[in-house]
């Protein structure tokens, strides 16, 4: 058994996918799985590329985006360590709907099709906590329609500093790419995402220096209004 195996089981082990499986199963997904290396900048792959298996990310970061025939963007979803796209259109047979780009130098596991079908097939369990993932995807993007139809900009930005998530005063944070990345995620412009962060902190609520977040004051932050 080859070192490159025994880490990717590693890493498929603490997936909460896979994290019930024994290491017979580990096994059988790892033999149906490879490395995908992607540089910061490099593309995974593209909108209408055929979906063939899911992606899990072990290091770096992956932004799901539409590009539009004028080179525009609009951030779908970031993708972090540990974290899972494409399970959907794996199972619909369809290509993929979006891009997706390496926003760091970063480290990606596919889990080809095919095995992962016979492993369903073997365990009931797998389909269940797989349908759970799903609907909470499913469950996030509903808020975010919710979100982009009836908050403001501001509360937009102020849900995502919070993050829905009790928060001490004094608390720090770093936003997780850049502005303009993030801007797009929250269906805001760049302009108009720094223009609200700069209102946030002349109010006395947050410290901005540079990517680095301080709440200053978390009660009055979560009741703001522009």
């Known amino acids: 058994m080859s070192t ?6 590693d890493f498929l082990s603490r997936v909460p996918l896979f994290n019930e499986l024994g290491a ?3 096994d059988n997904i790892a033999l149906g799985t490879t490395e995908v290396q992607a540089a910061r900048g490099e593309i995974v792959f593209h909108r209408g590329d055929p979906c063939v298996g899911f992606h899990t990310v072990v290091y770096g970061q992956i932004k ?8 525009g963007e609009k951030v779908v979803r970031l993708i972090g360590p540990g974290d899972s796209f494409g399970e959907a259109l794996m199972f619909m047979d369809k290509t993929y709907i979006v891009t997706a780009q390496a926003l ?3 480290l990606l596991l596919h889990v080809d099709k095919g095995v992962l079908y016979g492993e369903l097939d073997r365990r009931p369990g797998l389909a269940r906590k797989m349908l ?7 469950h996030a993007l509903i808020s975010d329609v919710e979100a982009y139809s009836l908050r403001s900009g501001t509360e937009r930005v102020i849900g995502y500093l919070l993050k829905g998530e009790p928060c001490e005063d004094g608390q720090q944070l770093r936003l997780e790419t850049s502005k303009t990345v993030i801007a797009s995620r929250l269906n805001l412009t760049p302009e108009h995402f720094s223009r609200i962060l700069h209102d946030l902190n002349a109010n006395g609520l947050i410290k901005v220096k540079g990517r680095e977040i301080t709440i200053l004051d978390s009660d009055k932050l979560s009741a703001y209004q522009s």
């Open 24 to 26: 017979e199963e580990l």
């Open 132 to 138: 759970a993932g799903l609907s909470q995807r499913l």
């Open 104 to 106: 760091a130098d970063t």
């Open 64 to 71: 799901l985006m539409f590009v539009s025939p004028m080179g």
């Open 4 to 9: 490159n195996k025994i880490r990717i089981q």
